[in-house]
């Protein structure tokens, strides 16, 4: 039954934050990336992202991403100031070796800021890594 399905946990795969330009906005922007880090292409990528604090929560959102290249990266979506000081969820679902993946990643709040970046190899740039 439901204790004889095994979805195995997703190595070697990450969600990351990084501060680029947008110039609509004329600013630096916060935006959420999944890289992909296996040796393998990953199908049919899907990211659900969520906020919440201790009196409100963000919508549920759902991103289709395709597909993902073995060491690349794909733009989920851009994250706004105002939520930096939620705690940040991201489900992330895929198949690989012909079997379902899926991993929960979580930006604590306030985690997302310039005092916690690191280099991200993958991107050739700095970014956070959410746990």
């Known amino acids: 039954m439901r204790k004889d399905i095994e979805i195995p946990k997703a190595e070697s ?3 990351i934050a990084v501060k680029e330009w947008d110039k609509d906005f004329t600013q ?15 199908d049919t990528v899907l990211v659900l992202s969520r906020g919440k604090s201790d009196d409100k929560k963000t919508s549920t959102l759902r991103h289709g991403l395709g597909n993902l290249k073995p060491k690349s990266s794909a733009k989920v979506e851009f ?4 939520v930096l000081g939620f705690t940040n969820e991201y489900l992330v679902t895929f198949f690989a070796e012909n079997k379902l993946f899926e991993r929960k990643f979580i930006f604590e709040p ?3 800021s310039e005092e916690n970046i690191v280099e991200i190899p ?10």
Not at 28 to 42: A, G, K, S
Not at 79 to 82: L, R, V
Request: glycine residues 2%; proline residues 3%; aromatic residues 6%.
């Open 13 to 15: 795969v990450h969600i």
């Open 28 to 42: 630096q922007l916060w935006n959420v990336y999944l890289v992909n880090n296996r040796e393998d292409e990953i």
């Open 79 to 82: 994250i706004p100031t105002e």
């Open 110 to 112: 306030n985690s997302i």
């Open 122 to 131: 993958v991107l050739e740039s700095e970014g956070i890594l959410a746990k």
